[in-house]
């Protein structure tokens, strides 16, 4: 695995390291902050990159979601029958273009990427500190003993007696948490469609990820090195800020968010109600297209003279 990894080991650390000489200068080499944000500018540049891949996944979700009410009519209509259930569903698939998994396909591209990232971070940690891809053992030497906030960036919460690190370890564990909670119910209650919960799977395991993934992060939290914290909590802050502007600009049609924006817009307009496609508009399978009900706007009365 770390053969097949090894490119990208070595394009992880060169940004780091690049990224390390270049703020230097300004918090000197052995800073904490200078690798602080060698990490999080390597986050950063990550998520920019994998940008196009986050519009292939909220495209694919919304195609997911604009099916469901086709999806749950042919489990209603086959509930008796599950190979006919199977052969029914593929063939929505297949006729509106799109795939129940496909929305995982841009996370699990991204995963060799982060498991790297991970790597590096991680080996800075080790006792002796692990160097790989292009850092020199000085380098993470230098990186194991920076500290910040009075923190060694290469302590874990478990491997300490420091107060210090304790305290940046449970602020960092908290912020993940919180930013991984709110993003989930972000996306929940505004960028999604109102759906009957009671035989929706989608939306079932919306409302298990709401609550398993933050305390998956409260509870591995404790083993990892707080350069590692630094990583995970800029990439959650990142997935936040991104999702909030996507739901914000460009929301799911149908959804609350959706809503809210067309009725701002109709205001501007003048008119007493906005163009909304209806969520409830049942779409017509077998055309091709996804059709919903329009909601057409209404001018407000003219005041008579």
Known sequence: MSSILKPLYIA??????TIHKLVSPFFGASSGVSWALSIIGLVILIRILLIPLFVKQINNQRAMTALQP????????HKDDRTKQSEEMMKLYKEHKTNP????????????????????LNGIGKKPPRAHGVLTQA?????????????????????????????????????MSATTFTTQRQLMYKG?????SSNNMMLQQQKIMLYAFPLIF????????IGVLIYWS????????????????NPTPG?????????????????TEPEVISPEATPEVGSGEIKGQRQQPKKKPKKKK
């Open 218 to 225: 409260a509870i591995s939290g404790v083993n990892f090195p």
């Open 70 to 77: 086709h999806m749950k009519a042919i489990q209603l209509k």
């Open 101 to 120: 998994l496909a929305s995982c396909f841009p996370m699990i591209a991204q995963m060799p990427i982060f498991f790297a990232l991970f790597t590096v």
């Open 192 to 196: 999604m469609p109102k759906m009957d």
């Open 139 to 175: 380098d993470v030497v230098n990186a194991a003993h920076a500290k910040i906030f009075g923190a060694p960036i290469s302590s874990t919460f478990l491997g300490s007696h420091s107060g210090s690190v304790k305290l940046v370890t449970v602020l960092l564990i908290l912020f």
């Open 12 to 17: 992880v650390s060169w940004v780091i390291i």
């Open 234 to 249: 800029t990439t959650n802050l990142w997935t936040w800020g991104q999702q909030f502007y996507v739901i914000k600009r």
């Open 255 to 271: 959804s609350p968010a959706f809503i809210e924006l067309q009725a701002k817009k109709a205001r501007k307009a003048g008119l």
